[in-house]
């Protein structure tokens, strides 16, 4: 199994990123996804999940994200994405992504995120 994050990168304040995590060597579409984040410090924390493909109306949202960031999947891709709008410095961090079926989890690389004032 191999998950991979990318599309992080440095930005200013009101910016816009597209996160993507791509797996392979699972049935991808069984697994619920988790994006996560960890600033410098800190622990880390769920940013936003969407259910496998029986459920993916099931999204969760951080409070502190809900209204800029959207995630979806794109299933035929194994891919599932972050949408992150209207960034904050705040929002610097590691993002992770982890995928999860039944007892099984798995996380992949981090991507760097940061956001300048």
């Known amino acids: 199994v191999q998950l991979q994050a990318s599309g992080g990168g440095f930005l200013h304040t009101g910016g816009s990123l597209r996160l993507s995590c791509t797996a392979s060597?699972?049935?991808?579409?069984?697994?619920?996804v988790g994006w996560y984040r960890q600033a410098p410090g800190k622990q880390r924390e769920l940013v936003a999940s969407?259910?496998?493909?029986?459920?993916?109306?099931?999204?969760i949202y951080a409070d502190s994200v809900k209204g800029r960031f959207t995630i979806s999947r794109d299933n035929a891709k194994n891919v599932v994405y972050l949408q992150m709008n209207s960034l904050k410095p705040e929002d610097t961090a590691v993002y992770y992504c982890?995928?999860?079926?039944?007892?099984?989890?798995?996380w992949g690389q981090g991507t760097l995120v940061t956001v300048s004032s």
């Open positions: 982890k995928v999860v079926s039944g007892g099984y989890a798995r």
């Open positions: 969407v259910g496998n493909r029986f459920n993916t109306d099931n999204t």
């Open positions: 060597g699972i049935t991808f579409s069984a697994y619920g």
